[in-house]
């Protein structure tokens, strides 16, 4: 039987609206989720929820696109993602809540208000340095970003850049559900919310791509930037007064 609660709708509607929106504009469904667990979930429980709520949508990506994987990429990335967590995900567990709280929303203030970053690593393994950054910051607080504003930069056509991130993202949620599970983190009380919120995902991309040129894009981008900044100031304010 489904157990149904606000938790549960809030959750599995806002996978939806990101899968959505990942699909019409191909960006924002990370913060969107950020945003909707914030609101219900335990201060503690939001980063760990967050990976799994991704997953769904990554290795579908992952599974579509294999054939235009940039190995080059993916591989060093990977190597760097998992040290990066099995670092990042012993540190979370024992990081107070008002801390991940000003924490998580200073994050979603910087990726809603900071400028495009452009810088490329002139490294002589750069996607390994990477890949540690960028899973370090996930696993800490949820959104690493570093992934997504070096690739664009790579000259990798769309379908490439789709399915390389797919792979990276795919790879490192799974590092990272299991790391923060090795380090006493209880996903059971969250399978069903997990399962469901997945294949509201599927259905939120399915929508996505049919009304990708029937939304202003304008509008979106005004609507969303408030959205999460208005959660990112409630959520501070849990941090810094320690209140719901």
């Not at 992934?147 to 769309?158: C, E, R, V």
């Amino acid at each position: 039987m489904i157990a149904v609660d606000a938790t549960f709708g809030i959750i599995v509607a806002g996978s939806f609206l990101a899968a959505l929106v990942n699909a019409a504009f191909s960006a924002g469904g990370a913060l969107i989720i950020l945003a909707v667990t914030s609101v219900v979930l335990p201060v503690s429980a939001i980063v760990p929820i967050h990976s799994t709520l991704l997953i769904g949508s990554t290795s579908m990506r992952t599974l579509l696109f294999w054939q235009d994987i940039e190995w080059k990429i993916a591989g060093p990335f990977l190597v760097g993602s998992v040290f990066a967590v099995a670092i990042g995900s012993r540190i979370y567990v024992e990081l107070p809540d008002t801390f991940i709280a000003t924490a998580l929303s200073a994050v979603m203030l910087i990726a809603i208000w900071l400028p495009e970053v452009r810088w490329r690593p002139k490294l002589r393994h750069p996607w390994v340095v990477v890949g540690f950054v960028h899973s370090l910051l996930s696993t800490l607080f949820a959104y690493g970003a570093l992934l997504h504003a070096i690739i664009l930069h790579t000259g990798l056509k769309k379908r490439a850049i789709v399915a390389t991130m797919g792979a990276s993202l795919t790879g490192m949620g799974l590092f990272k559900i299991t790391g923060y599970a090795l380090n006493g983190f209880d996903y059971v009380p969250y399978f069903q919310t997990i399962a469901f919120a997945i294949a509201a995902a599927f259905l939120g991309t399915w929508v996505g791509r049919m009304v990708i040129d029937k939304i202003s894009e304008k509008l979106f981008r005004a609507v969303f930037r408030t959205l999460v900044t208005l959660t990112a100031v409630r959520l501070m304010y849990v941090g810094l007064f320690n209140q719901p």
